[in-house]
């Protein structure tokens, strides 16, 4: 879900287990979409990316699953790590902007082992 | 190679200051970015330079915030007049507008703290 004010969403999960983050964007215009994930302390970081043709792609270990009827991105992490926690953000480009990405808030992932 | 470098990686000012925050982009990446991060929030878009052309200053959020970038590489964000409001964490990205996608590569980021 969204956060509101400060509180961003947040997923728990054991090491070893799969991971779903979900993200909903805002403009159907939008054609391109970005997971990033941030550590603390640090700029994000480029985890996958998928064109609005496509409703699925996979990376390694990682799949982002598009959903464009409802305008709702997932990411998928397969057998979770402890060095996968981090906050998580979807970005959209903006309406179909050739540059301008939009930015969800966020979701943090913290994996117990 | 070499990654976004961004310096000071931490920044602290009096209100009413005068700050300059420094980004080194990805060699060769011709689009470079500005973005303001506030605590626990996602990333404000600041202002978009390409190459020669004209930087998108659209998201700036006042005329105390100015950004040039020289020779096509290093970029430079100056906030005049600090306020309170302007701690946040200033990122910076570079891209290489190749083969039709814009994948953003970010640096560390400089965290600036309005006293």
């Known amino acids: 879900g969204e956060s509101v004010g400060l509180h961003l969403p947040t997923l728990s999960v054991q090491e070893g287990d799969n991971s779903i983050i979900n993200c909903a964007y805002s403009?159907?215009?939008?054609?391109?979409f970005i997971w990033y994930k941030q550590e603390s302390g640090k700029g994000p970081q480029f985890i996958i990316d998928i064109r609005s043709n496509m409703d699925k792609r996979q990376g390694q270990r990682v799949t982002v699953l598009l959903n464009k009827t409802v305008k709702h991105l997932s990411l998928q992490i397969a057998a979770t790590q402890p060095g996968d926690s981090a906050v998580y953000f979807c970005a959209e480009n903006s309406g179909g902007s050739n540059y301008k990405l939009t930015f969800g808030k966020g979701t943090l992932l913290t994996v117990n082992p | 190679g070499a990654g976004v470098s961004q310096s000071p990686s931490n920044k602290v000012t009096e209100k009413g200051k005068d700050v300059e925050l420094r980004c080194d982009p990805i060699s060769g990446h011709t689009a470079l970015y500005w973005y303001r991060q506030s605590l626990g929030q996602g990333l404000e878009f600041l202002i978009y330079?390409?190459?020669?052309?004209?930087?998108?200053k659209s998201g700036l959020p006042s005329d105390r915030f100015s950004a040039e970038r020289t020779g096509g590489s290093v970029s430079t964000l100056t906030i005049q007049r600090t306020q309170q409001e302007d701690s946040a964490v200033y990122l910076c990205?570079?891209?290489?507008?190749?083969?039709?996608?814009?994948?953003?590569?970010f640096g560390p980021g400089t965290r600036l703290t309005v006293l």
């Open positions: 990205a570079s891209s290489d507008r190749q083969g039709g996608t814009d994948t953003q590569y």
């Open positions: 330079f390409q190459g020669n052309s004209a930087p998108d």
């Open positions: 403009n159907s215009a939008s054609d391109y």
